[in-house]
């Protein structure tokens, strides 16, 4: 049966043209890894050239808006877009798993990366794909990860559609700028 849920019928862009961020936070690096390796697929998928690509991490979630705000910082390089184009990102993915805990941790967290994500896009005219799980539990980042957990529970990994969503608003605001 079809799944009302999620983007709708996929459409293919190109993404060849474009330079795209990845921003990611290593708290709860397992379903992060999944989450990273599901977007970098779908980026190319879609033609994005991996020379075109940079990908960055931080430590946590709190941490994502700044770092994405400043993507270019050597420092904060993990792969450097060696031989890719030094322009403008046309889409930046920032990716993080917050996991709710005991205390209100979660929810200042959660609420102050979700505003500060949305400030840096509108800001710079820049699409900030949002890629923060806010899960319960474990078990549901990793069944949102595309990753088996105790419960068995396998869903559809959510980093293959940020990924999609960057190349699909990189591609609608060359047009739209
Ligand atoms: C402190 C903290 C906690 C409790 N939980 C998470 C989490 O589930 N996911 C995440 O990405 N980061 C967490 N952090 C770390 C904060 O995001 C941040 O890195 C620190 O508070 C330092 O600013």
Redo the contacts with the bound molecule.
């Keep these: 049966m079809a799944t009302l849920k999620g983007p709708g019928a996929p459409k293919s862009y190109d993404g060849s043209g474009l330079r795209v961020g990845i921003v990611h936070?290593?708290?709860?690096n397992k379903i992060i890894d999944a989450l990273l390796s599901g977007a970098k697929k779908s980026l190319a998928d879609a033609g994005v050239k991996k020379e075109n690509i940079v990908i960055q991490s931080?430590?946590?979630?709190?941490?994502?808006p700044f770092a994405v705000q400043r993507i270019d910082l050597p420092s904060l390089t993990k792969e450097p877009a060696t031989k890719g184009s030094t322009a403008p990102f046309d889409a930046i993915i920032a990716i993080?798993?917050?996991?709710?805990?005991e205390?209100m941790?979660?929810e200042y967290?959660a609420d102050a990366?979700t505003q500060g994500l949305m400030r840096v896009q509108l800001d710079s005219g820049v699409p900030v794909i949002f890629g923060l799980l806010t899960v319960l539990d474990e078990e549901q980042g990793l069944a949102r990860a595309g990753i088996a957990g105790v419960g068995g529970n396998v869903g559809h990994n959510h980093g293959s559609d940020w990924g999609s969503a960057a190349v699909e608003l990189g591609v609608k605001r060359k047009g739209w700028a």
């Design positions: 936070a290593r708290w709860n931080v430590p946590g979630s709190y941490e994502l993080g798993v917050l996991i709710k805990g205390t941790h979660f967290i990366t």
